[in-house]
């Protein structure tokens, strides 16, 4: 006779994730893990050593709360693939010549990757998108797949009606403006904002078709997202999709607190207290936050308008800039604007990674200057904040739609055109009047400026709402592990 503790054992839920090797991929990814852990799954993610630094110590910190969560290491093929050790995801300092070589490192470990769902005796698997063989290897094993899908719905929703419709073919000019059919609302881009694997068939085209058909292929699709954020799309992504979708964000609100906020997304932390300290003696609403997220570097001649726009607003801001070396075009000038604004005490500029969670809760912060990538956008939401919108490659121009045309709780800059995340561009894109314009538009007293402000407010309080019980994310969670039991009890009684 089985042994109650057998018993127990055999009911919990094993579910396996895979993360992808992006910083924006993996954080979202990870705190969906730590909400099923919370739940009573038994979790484990799998991770390269230098992905694995990024999210372990909030590992760590769920493990010593009782939480059933691990991460399991697995060496990057560095050798193999002809790359330097740690160079093993991308980010705005992969070097060019390097992503290729990465896709191949993660093909080569395939192998382990498949064999550690199976002595894990994993239940589920969940994996990023660009791992779409995964659903081959779900099928074999005989269980669930799902899908992490970065972006709004509405995103890849557009995605999905501009690849079917083709309506940007109709159009004369890159900058002519066209209505993508299919959707919910009128919504319009020009084709210099449609991605370019939309545009034309390359390399990329090949992947995002194997992701779709992977996709439709799953047991179903994962968002960061809510019901009252995504709104008439997350229906209407499972209509489109023919599959079931769920949304369980948002994530970092639910799977954050206290010393996780601080260290989200980094690997070592020092502490850091000049910025609070700056903050705490600005007034409520009056800081604008400037990010451009983990996989954006823009040209020296770009980050020299941003810099004139922003001290010409009128208005405090805090701008993270990435690091550059001595040397380096426009590091003269960046010092000596960081030297002048904060004798002003006008602004407060990070140099590499900062604690944007803490520094979005602030009472001081009243706006923010996004790329729009999702992690950004939901995390900006939880704490209430409008937003300036600057979308730049991957599904941001329709995450700005969303903001923009959809939700009202933003202002654009003024983007025109989409890139590769790693075509970094010589030319200035953006100028300094279109920066102080829509900082000027975001932060001022217009009637319409106080309704993006309310609006914000008011999708932060359902985002709290959505992860509360009873809540359309907690709902979703719930759901999803019950048709993972009930496929798994499925299997037994098929089995016996």
Request: proline residues 5%; aromatic residues 10%.
């Amino acid at each position: 006779m089985e042994s109650p503790q057998l018993a127990e054992a055999d009911h919990q839920l094993r579910v396996v994730f895979l993360p992808f090797s992006s910083t924006s991929h993996i954080i979202p990814v990870v705190d969906i893990a730590r909400i099923f852990a919370i739940f009573g799954v038994d979790v484990t993610i799998i991770a390269t050593p230098a992905n694995a630094a990024i999210f372990q110590k909030s590992i760590d910190r769920d493990s010593a709360r009782g939480r059933p969560i691990r991460t399991h290491i697995v060496k990057f093929p560095f050798a193999e693939v002809g790359l330097p050790e740690g160079i093993e995801n991308f980010n705005a300092d992969t070097p060019p010549h390097t992503p290729s070589k990465i896709f191949q490192g993660l093909s080569l470990l395939r192998d382990q990757f498949e064999q550690l769902f199976e002595d894990y005796q994993a239940d589920c698997i969940v994996t990023d998108m660009f791992f779409p063989w995964s659903v081959e290897t779900a099928a074999k094993m005989n269980i669930p797949r799902l899908i992490f899908l970065n972006g709004s719905c509405l995103a890849h929703a557009l995605e999905h009606a501009i690849d079917k419709y083709q309506p940007h073919r109709r159009v004369e000019s890159g900058t002519d403006s066209f209505v993508i059919p299919g959707l919910p609302h009128e919504l319009r881009m020009t084709l210099l904002q449609v991605p370019d694997w939309l545009r034309t068939t390359n390399t990329f085209t090949h992947m995002m078709n194997a992701i779709k058909d992977a996709e439709r292929k799953s047991f179903g699709s994962l968002f960061n997202s809510f019901s009252a954020l995504d709104g008439d799309y997350t229906e209407h992504y499972k209509k489109i999709m023919g599959t079931k979708s769920w949304g369980v964000g948002p994530v970092s609100l639910w799977a954050n607190q206290g010393e996780d906020k601080a260290e989200r997304g980094r690997a070592n932390v020092k502490e850091e207290e000049g910025w609070l300290k700056w903050l705490n003696t600005k007034v409520e609403d009056s800081v604008i936050y400037v990010s451009f997220g983990s996989m954006n570097k823009f040209p020296p001649s770009q980050l020299i308008e941003i810099a004139h726009g922003l001290e010409s607003s009128g208005h405090d801001f805090i701008w993270v800039i990435p690091k550059k070396e001595k040397g380096h075009e426009g590091v003269e000038f960046l010092e000596e604007f960081e030297k002048r604004v904060k004798e002003t005490n006008k602004g407060y500029v990070f140099k590499g990674w900062a604690p944007q969670l803490l520094i979005l809760d602030h009472p001081a912060i009243g706006g923010i200057v996004t790329h729009c990538g999702w992690n950004t956008i939901v995390e900006s939401v939880n704490a209430g904040l409008p937003m300036v919108t600057w979308p730049l490659f991957a599904e941001q121009f329709g995450n700005e739609k969303l903001l923009v045309d959809v939700l009202k709780i933003a202002v654009p800059v003024g983007s025109k055109e989409w890139r590769n995340w790693n075509d970094f561009a010589e030319e200035t894109a953006v100028t300094r009047e279109e920066v102080r314009k829509a900082v000027a538009s975001l932060m001022g007293e217009a009637e319409e400026a106080r309704e993006r402000r309310r609006k914000a407010k008011e999708l932060s309080q359902e985002a709290k709402k959505a992860i509360e019980v009873g809540g359309s994310s907690y709902n979703s969670v719930k759901e999803i592990i019950e048709e993972i039991r009930a496929f798994k009890s499925r299997k037994v009684i098929t089995k016996a």
